[in-house]
């Protein structure tokens, strides 16, 4: 029967028909990477406001836009290994390795065909098609220094590398002008992947399978560190039209993350913030108006003007 892209109020939250369309795309997405998972035998769960999601409403959390999934680190680099075999067009699997100038610390598994555009990122060159995230699951270091230092180390990279590209007189942010400086030479001297793989080198340094905690460092540091035998076993729940793999130790997550009260709804925003979605166009196509909009609008708030 295929997943339904009509509107509908979700527990009295209107869920718009474009929305959907965007849950459609995602949805697809999910089922590729699941399959692919599932053949390479690689271990991946839903995370985040979709394992939430899946326990609580069976499907998407009605005000949500976009689905996350976790990988232990070592099934996260077997994938990101042969994912030029096994993701073929329209889907594009991008993280630093695959796509020019990509700077984040986890994957994602896009569609080049529709667009899922920030704004603020229309400057960079790489893959802005509708995705999902895959975010890596590293041990975390016993010792409090260790810990401090394998995060430092991981995130000044990336902040590095990010100011590679980063429009200086649109974004305001001055004081990066020496930082983008020194990341084009740089670049240009050692090779991008090469100076993102010193940085994730450290976060390998813990092994996820020999640590008694695990955490999404490259993303969110020790925000959230979890015991890792809540990835012990993996069972499937229902989520909108398809059954998702999620840890056995689902509910400890979830408490972990959002409180013993997880299964009361509070409508909250999205880490993503304003995405320019598009599921009939390519970002290519759509990308130079984006740009162009975001321009205006920088430049009005630059000399005080309203839009």
């Known amino acids: 029967m295929g997943f339904n892209t009509d509107a509908e109020k979700r527990g009295g939250y209107l869920v718009s028909h474009e929305m959907k369309k965007v849950w459609a795309v995602e949805l697809d997405l999910l089922r590729q990477l699941i399959e692919v998972c599932q053949r390479e035998n690689l271990r991946m769960w839903v995370d985040g406001g979709t394992l939430l999601g899946a326990v609580r409403h069976q499907g998407f959390i009605p005000w949500d836009d976009d689905i996350d999934v976790c990988m232990p680190r070592p099934d996260y680099d077997r ?19 695959t796509d020019k100038d990509y700077f984040a610390g986890h994957a994602q ?13 229309s400057f960079n060159p790489f893959n802005q098609g509708i995705f999902i995230d895959i975010f890596v699951l590293d041990g975390v270091p016993e010792e409090e220094t260790e810990r401090r230092r394998v ?23 001055w004081l990066q002008v020496f930082r983008k400086i020194q990341s084009r030479r740089a670049v240009s001297k050692t090779g991008w992947t090469s100076l993102y793989r010193q940085a994730e080198d450290q976060l390998r340094l813990a092994s996820f399978d020999e640590s008694k905690e695990v955490a999404e460092i490259s993303f969110s540091a020790y925000d959230i560190v979890l015991d890792r035998h809540i990835f012990d076993d993996t069972v499937w729940l229902d989520f909108e039209d398809m059954k998702v793999p999620a840890p056995s130790g689902y509910d400890q997550l ?4 959002y409180g013993e009260n997880y299964m009361t ?38 000399f005080g003007k309203k839009k």
């Open 254 to 257: 979830l408490r972990t993350q």
């Open 151 to 173: 995060w430092k180390a991981s995130r000044r990279m990336q902040h590095f590398l990010k100011a590679k590209n980063l429009n200086i007189l649109i974004s305001g942010r």
């Open 265 to 302: 709804p509070i409508q909250t925003g999205n880490y993503h913030g304003e995405l320019v979605f598009d599921t009939e166009r390519s970002y290519v196509e759509l990308l130079p108006e984006v740009r162009l909009r975001y321009k205006k609008s920088q430049i009005a708030k630059l």
């Open 79 to 97: 994938l990101t290994a042969i994912s030029g075999q096994v993701f073929k067009e329209p889907y594009f699997y991008q993280n630093a390795y």
């Open 109 to 121: 598994l896009r569609n080049s065909r529709t667009a899922a555009i920030r704004p603020s990122a």
